[in-house]
Nanobody
Framework: QVQLVESGGGLVQAGGSLGLACAAS????????MGWFRQAPGKEREFVAA????????AYADSVKGRFTISRDNAKNTGYLQMNSLRPEDTAVYYC???????????????????WGQGTQVTVSS
């Protein structure tokens, strides 16, 4: 059974940091591109960051560029999102997602991902 489980969310003050993890099971994580998305109350789910199955190239939403870092450890079947200099507007439920893809492929479109975690809440207080 394909499963993604996020962890690491919580409450942090503005300017602080949090690290999220996404543990994959039930499939070969290294064959899948990975993305992080978030959804704030009353808003649509939006792209945060993505990277291909082999790592290397990355893409970020303009709103998080320079503050967030996506990474993965295929040997541990785990993806990560390090979030620094957090702002109140970063408050949302954060989701990781994967899609089976060729080596260099990754996407910022939610419709391109077919495996999703349950999400983890990140709250940034001002």
């Amino acid at each position: 059974q394909v499963q993604l489980v996020e962890s690491g969310g919580g409450l942090v003050q503005a300017g602080g940091s949090l690290g999220l993890a996404c543990a994959a099971s039930g499939y070969t994580f290294s064959l899948y591109a990975m993305g992080w998305f978030r959804q704030a109350p009353g808003k649509e789910r939006e792209f945060v960051a993505a990277m291909p199955r082999s790592g290397g190239s990355t893409a970020y939403a303009d709103s998080v560029k320079g503050r967030f870092t996506i990474s993965r450890d295929n040997a541990k079947n785990t993806g990560y999102l390090q979030m620094n200099s957090l702002r109140p507007e970063d408050t949302a439920v954060y989701y990781c997602a994967t899609t089976y893809a060729s080596g260099s492929y990754y996407s910022s479109n939610t419709n391109d991902y077919n495996n999703w975690g349950q999400g983890t809440q990140v709250t940034v207080s001002s």
